[in-house]
T-cell receptor, first 111, second 113 residues
Framework: RKEVEQDPGPFNVPEGATVAFNCTYS??????FFWYRQDCRKEPKLLMS???SGNEDGRFTAQLNRASQYISLLIRDSKLSDSATYLC????????????FGGGTRLMVKP | NAGVTQTPKFRILKIGQSMTLQCAQD?????MYWYRQDPGMGLKLIYY???????DKGEVPNGYNVSRSTTEDFPLRLELAAPSQTSVYFC????????????FGDGTRLSIL
């Protein structure tokens, strides 16, 4: 089993739709969690950190479920500009800042 | 706001050639990382450094070497380029605490022919 797994997609959704991605992790001692966005042929850019109580940033909501060992990203009112690959990243412990990345989920928002 | 700067952006090498990918950051981050990303795949850690003079292997270190003589710079060297090293290489940096995200350079696209 991979340490961090994501459904590669693609998720094809119409503009205005709500879409959610999950990311599962195998190490129960994981401490920190992030969602990155990666546009085609570009570098990953931090979208948001994921906090234990869940957090929201505009149309984006991130949640952590420690019992089932997954994080989620919800995008409301999808825009064409949301089309990208979304990478989750997990820090296995709090001794340093090593991240393990999932393979990414591709989102395509259609007009 | 330079952030993490990588050079070159593109390079084509012949099998057996060597080259150094440069990475510099101006955010005074202690931690720096090198990843490779193959088409349609996630990021794999090659090497990382927790401070000047300290480096360690990541998941896929074979065929690469690094050095960290200053806080700012973290070059990645390919000694004998092989076709399997064709990839996009990303350098990243961060503060040391695990709740701090990594910041990426815009990548070096390397083809070995």
């Amino acid at each position: 089993r991979k340490e961090v797994e994501q459904d590669p997609g693609p998720f094809n959704v119409p503009e205005g739709a709500t879409v959610a991605f999950n990311c599962t992790y195998s190490n129960s001692a994981s401490q920190s969690f992030f969602w990155y966005r990666q546009d085609c042929r570009k570098e990953p850019k931090l979208l948001m950190s994921v906090y234990s109580s869940g957090n929201e940033d505009g149309r984006f909501t991130a949640q952590l479920n420690r019992a089932s060992q997954y994080i989620s990203l919800l995008i409301r009112d999808s825009k064409l500009s949301d089309s990208a690959t979304y990478l989750c990243a997990v820090s296995p412990n709090n001794a340093g800042n090593m991240l393990t990345f999932g393979g990414g989920t591709r989102l395509m928002v259609k007009p | 706001n330079a952030g993490v700067t990588q050079t070159p952006k593109f390079r084509i090498l012949k099998i057996g050639q060597s080259m150094t990918l440069q990475c510099a950051q101006d955010m005074n981050h202690n931690y720096m990382y090198w990843y490779r990303q193959d088409p349609g795949m996630g990021l794999k850690l090659i090497y990382y450094s927790v401070g000047a003079g300290i480096t360690d292997k990541g998941e896929v270190p074979n065929g690469y070497n690094v050095s960290r003589s200053t806080t700012e710079d973290f070059p990645l060297r390919l000694e004998l380029a092989a076709p399997s090293q064709t990839s996009v290489y990303f350098c990243a940096s961060s503060y040391e605490h695990s709740n701090q995200p990594q910041h990426f350079g815009d990548g070096t696209r390397l083809s070995i022919l």
